[in-house]
């Protein structure tokens, strides 16, 4: 059973720096892209940033050149450091990957908070 687990949340000062890690466990195949999304309150779920297998890289227009995404395809994991952060980055942070088994499956870890304070 795949299980992705989230770490590195908390509280911190604007303009400071996060680092979140998640690693992800139980998949006999390969895993495909990972992604962080984000959920503020009161907002839809958005994408902040995904990495391929390969390693191409998107972000939100939101946190471009602020965030970044990386991934350690030995340890299974996917890091997003984020950079000069403001109150509104403010959200649950949710770890996704998408693994392919015969069928494309994406899974979901349950969410580090991150809070931003002015």
């Known amino acids: 059973q795949v299980h992705l687990e989230e770490s590195g949340g908390g509280l911190v000062q604007a303009g400071g720096s996060l680092r979140l890690s998640c690693v992800v466990s139980?998949?006999?195949?390969?895993?495909?892209?990972m992604a962080w999304h984000r959920q503020a309150p009161g907002k839809e779920r958005e994408l902040v940033a995904w990495?391929?297998?390969?390693?191409?890289?998107k972000y939100a227009d939101s946190v471009m050149g602020l965030f970044t995404i990386s991934r350690d395809n030995a340890e299974n994991t996917v890091f997003l450091q984020m950079n000069s952060l403001k109150p509104e980055d403010t959200a649950v942070y949710y770890c996704t990957v998408r693994i392919y088994s015969g069928i494309h499956t994406d899974y979901w870890g349950h969410g580090t908070q991150v809070t931003v304070s002015s």
């Open positions: 139980g998949s006999t195949f390969p895993i495909g892209t």
């Open positions: 990495i391929a297998s390969g390693g191409t890289t």
